[in-house]
């Protein structure tokens, strides 16, 4: 379709929310008063739908045409447009389509974050990480590089829209950060560079330049460019529409041109719509996190051993060398597709990676993970957060973000925090170094199952089957009784399980009542009295310490919180309220 086809359309843009009813993703109401027709003068117009061949028809009436490169290095075609290692879950071949484009002063560019989808047995996946370059030119010496870097050049999976100089050093990065099908528009031409993501700019930037002066290249430009870029992790994704003009573009021009392409990608039927929940009725536990979610290199696979009280179906999408910030970012087109509305639960573990990029502060990540807890409740789910575990050289960085963590996780929104980082063996400072909990690279854990880096009650686990064995017990806590639905026994010796979380217990002779082991526990536990004549005695599992009197006297009620001794030695107690 060329421009003039609908140039007599009236449009408004319109970007909805993170919400099951109301999805994310660009659309185009067509009525009201702002224009659809596109920005006149573009150099070359690429709709990105011809659907086969190694050629890409320019639209524009110049005849720039782009190709597809060759063999290994080529894409391939979507029916919505063109995939770049859109699922790849190794390091491939860097993939790119070369234009004859040499100079221009605005790009605007529709680009779906990649799929990677993980496993719904709960294999997981690792995946390269995108750090796309979306346009970049031929000669690494000079033009500029439209990516998805940001200043520390860390390449997410999601997009950060940045405008890199020639130097590789970033002119202009934007705040906002993207996931799903957006609609990017770089204008470079002018005084001060401006991006703008469907169609709105930032409220802020992080840095905001000029690159006036790297405009013309001595080569050409490529979308994603064909040279190595921030250490051959390759653009992934999809590219459905691209649109260069020759000079710079204003904030309102670049609006009207991203409605224009809005438009062209509404009459699309199998342009991606996030969130696509899903359809099943079986209540979903859904794992998102980096490789210790997923697997140390795919192995290790602790998900698949999930069992709960109530029947859940197990997904994992953890992908190795993940930040925080993509967990939250790229679940409209990942894990919200596992969302079964007011029957999931999403657990998050992030966090490790962040630190090591070495860009990330304690609270910058801890931000990061809290719009996870929003992103859940719009789809329906219930949430679960889980602290940072030992690392080698970065345990001060652990407790940091833990303590951020433990106090502020209820008014983020998260429903329950399940605290590893209460096991000494995963989450004492040092215990990266014990191999009966952890790998030898000092970051991953071994198992999962029977092993002697934990104890849990009576069992012993591996580092990994103390992280499973841990999930379970915060899910069947999250679903276990409650003032409104108690759980009432007669019994002279009460041993407790972890969906026992409000016990009205009346004995017929004095008694005792057994709390759960309180690792990773967080929410606290009522015991009341029902007899008018017999003393309750509570004790603990594991050994672990009970503050306050013990004795729970005929006819009272008491409350039982767990905490965890010391963020650098682990460990925990029940305090009594």
Known sequence: MTPSAIGTRNAYLSVASNTPDSPQYVSLTVEGNMPSAPVVGAIAEYPMGDGSGTTIRDISGHGNNATFASGANAPSWLPYGVAFLNTATTYSSNQWIDTPVTTFGTAYVAYCTPT?????????????????????????????????????????????????????VPDTVANEVSGGCHIYAFSVGGSQDHITVDGVEPASYAQQGSSTSLVTTSGHYQLETGQ???????????????????????????????NYIADQLSQRTNYPRYPVLSN????????????????????????????????????????????????????????????????????????????????YSAAQIWSNLATCAAKAKQYGARSIITTMISRAGFDANKNALNALIRANYKQAGFDYLNDLAAVPGLGADGSYSNMACFNYDETHLIGPGPGTCGIIGTNGFTGYGMVEQLSENAVNTMDGSSAANPDVSTSNA????????????????????????????????????????????????????????????????????????????????????
């Open 494 to 577: 009460f041993i407790s399980v972890y969906k026992n979380n409000y016990v009205i217990q009346t004995p017929t002779a004095p008694a005792t009542f057994q709390l759960v082991d309180c690792q990773g526990q967080s929410s606290p536990r009522v015991v009341v009295n029902g007899s008018s004549s017999y003393t309750i005695t509570i004790g603990n599992s594991g050994g672990w310490p009970l503050v306050g009197s013990p004795s729970l006297l005929p006819n009272t009620s008491a409350t039982f919180t767990p905490s965890v001794a010391s963020a650098a030695s682990g460990g925990c107690q029940w305090t009594r309220q």
């Open 228 to 258: 190595s870029n921030n250490d051959n992790l390759f653009l992934k994704g999809v590219i459905g529409y691209v649109v260069f003009f020759p000079s710079a573009h204003t904030v309102s021009e670049m609006t009207q041109e991203t």
């Open 280 to 359: 099943a009725t079986m209540s979903q536990w859904i794992g998102v996190g980096d490789s210790l979610t997923a697997g140390y290199f795919g192995s290790s696979q602790w998900t698949a051993g999930l069992t709960f009280d109530n029947s859940y179906t197990v997904s994992n999408y953890g992908i190795g060398g993940m930040e925080a910030i993509d967990v939250c970012n790229m679940s409209d087109q990942r894990w919200a597709a596992s969302v079964v509305p007011g029957r999931s639960i999403v657990q998050v573990w992030a966090g490790t990676n962040d630190f090591s990029y070495g860009y």
């Open 116 to 168: 990677e989808l993980g496993m719904n047995t709960g294999t997981g996946v690792n995946s390269v990480a995108s750090a796309p370059t979306l346009i970049g030119p031929s000669s690494v010496t000079s033009g500029i590089f439209l990516s998805g870097s940001d200043l520390s050049g860390i390449g997410h999976m999601s997009i950060v829209p940045t405008i890199f100089n020639s130097s590789a």
